[in-house]
């Protein structure tokens, strides 16, 4: 069974940052697209950002110049780098993987728990 597990979520001042980790663990052969989104209160899950398996990333505009998204294929994570924190970046995030649990399955999408981040002074 695969599991993904974020952390480093928490509290921090307008202008912090915050590193967030989603490590996946289980029956695991290849992971295609990871992914990053949030859910503010009383608002849709809205996508912050992805990269795929060759290294190509994309990014919310309102989070381009502030936030890295990368990966460690190695050690089936992938990292959310937030800098420079706005209130509005307050949210629960969650990390999202298609991967594959056998060379003969198609990838299929794997969801982690959430981490909490707050941006308050």
């Known amino acids: 069974q695969v599991q993904l597990v974020e952390s480093g979520g928490g509290l921090v001042q307008p202008g912090g940052s915050l590193r967030l980790p989603c490590a996946a663990s289980?029956?695991?052969?290849?992971?295609?697209?990871m992914v990053w989104s949030r859910q503010a209160p009383g608002k849709q899950r809205e996508l912050v950002a992805t990269i795929i398996s060759g290294g190509n990333t994309n990014y919310q505009e309102s989070v381009k110049g502030r936030f890295t998204i990368s990966r460690d294929n190695v050690k089936n994570t992938v990292y959310l780098q937030m800098n420079s924190l706005k209130p509005e970046d307050t949210a629960v995030y969650y990390c999202?993987?298609?991967?594959?649990?056998?060379?003969?399955?198609?990838?299929?999408?794997?969801w982690g728990q959430g981490t909490q981040v707050t941006v308050s002074s």
């Open positions: 999202n993987m298609n991967l594959q649990t056998s060379r003969w399955l198609p990838g299929r999408d794997y």
């Open positions: 289980g029956s695991i052969y290849n992971i295609n697209t």
